[in-house]
Nanobody, 129 residues
Framework: QLQLVESGGGLVQPGGTLRLSCAAS????????IGWVRQGPGKEREGVSC????????YYADSVKGRFATSRDNAANTVYLQMDNLTPDDTAVYYC??????????????????????WGQGTQVTVSS
């Protein structure tokens, strides 16, 4: 059974940078599209990004385009989320989640997160001065 573990969260000042990692165990990430989803305090869960299984395509929420970048190293069984120019609105628990092969119609457009079958436990990101 594939399991996902996020790391790299923490406290950062506005304008700062963080890099999140999503490491897989119990299986290979190679056949899965991986999304990053966040849930801020008092907010609904929202999709942030999605990357297809072999990185052919990447997708981003409008709120993070130009600031966040997702990438993957299938040999290392890890997916990354590089977050630059962070703002307090980015404060949230960040989850990585897996969907078979490609980002589907809802996950690619960030319309929903129901397409993800496997979830990590999340890592807290706090942006504050």
């Amino acid at each position: 059974q594939l399991q996902l573990v996020e790391s790299g969260g923490g406290l950062v000042q506005p304008g700062g940078t963080l890099r999140l990692s999503c490491a897989a165990s119990g299986g290979t990430l190679e056949n899965y599209a991986i999304g990053w989803v966040r849930q801020g305090p008092g907010k609904e869960r929202e999709g942030v990004s999605c990357i297809d299984s072999h990185a052919a395509s990447t997708y981003y929420a409008d709120s993070v385009k130009g600031r966040f970048a997702t990438s993957r190293d299938n040999a290392a069984n890890t997916v990354y989320l590089q977050m630059d120019n962070l703002t307090p609105d980015d404060t949230a628990v960040y989850y990585c989640a897996a969907e078979f092969l490609v980002c589907g119609p809802t996950t690619a457009t960030m319309a929903g997160t129901d397409g993800y079958d496997i979830w990590g436990q999340g890592t807290q990101v706090t942006v504050s001065s």
